[in-house]
């Protein structure tokens, strides 16, 4: 079966894509670039995932044509909070795209619950409306110790940790808790205003 893939240059995604190629799915990742290092350090990451099954070329999206337009106008609107759940549905829509015009089944992502802003159970309800592909969470009932001790195995964990710049567009304070109406709301405004 084919899914695709969200993958950071982080420790979490990687680890469920290896999770996922272990159930013998054929995954082609996805990486919304936002520079450089992060970008060379996902290409070291599928040289190494590749070992562990089918893992195809990825696809590489430009993270600034994308998502920064979206989170301009969060900014302007008043709304920058809504940030980063903005940035994991613009994730899972691109991926749903991605996944119909290559005929896959699923959207494999890293999330793990409540680990980060965008992974409360609230907001990964959010974010879920994304898609009408199934989204797999191989990590969901995981702490990050068992994640991380899974990285070291399978030798993704030194390269997930090299220094890089952090993400430029994280709100200095996002929301935790977001209600699903005004999400709604907002992304009839963006929607309207042509960004999204």
């Not at 995932?49 to 979206?70: C, F, M, R, T, W």
């Not at 920058?80 to 549905?89: N, S, V």
């Not at 015009?101 to 980060?116: M, N, P, Y």
């Amino acid at each position: 079966m084919k899914a695709v893939a969200l993958l950071s240059s982080g420790i979490d995604s990687p680890v469920a894509i290896y999770l996922m190629l272990r159930k013998g799915m054929e995954i082609t990742p996805i990486h919304f670039k936002q520079s450089d290092k992060k970008e060379s350090k996902v290409l070291e990451l599928c040289e190494i995932l590749s070992k562990y099954g089918k893992l195809n070329e990825p696809v590489i999206v430009d993270a600034y044509e994308e998502q920064a337009p979206v989170f301009s106008k969060l900014v302007e609107i008043g709304k920058a909070k809504w940030t980063c759940l903005f940035c994991k549905y613009t994730m899972l829509r691109k991926a749903c795209r991605v996944g119909h015009e290559i005929g896959a089944k699923a959207i494999v992502t890293g999330d793990s619950l409540g680990q980060v802003a965008s992974q409360t159970l609230d907001n990964l309800l959010i974010i879920s409306q994304a898609s009408d592909l199934p989204i797999l969470r191989p990590l969901i009932g995981l702490d990050k110790e068992e994640i991380v001790k899974i990285a070291k195995e399978i030798g993704t964990f030194e390269i997930s940790i090299e220094p890089e710049e952090p993400c430029p567009f994280v709100p200095k304070y996002p929301v935790v808790r977001g209600s699903l109406g005004e999400f709604e709301k907002i992304r009839e405004k963006l929607v309207r205003e042509g960004v999204l």
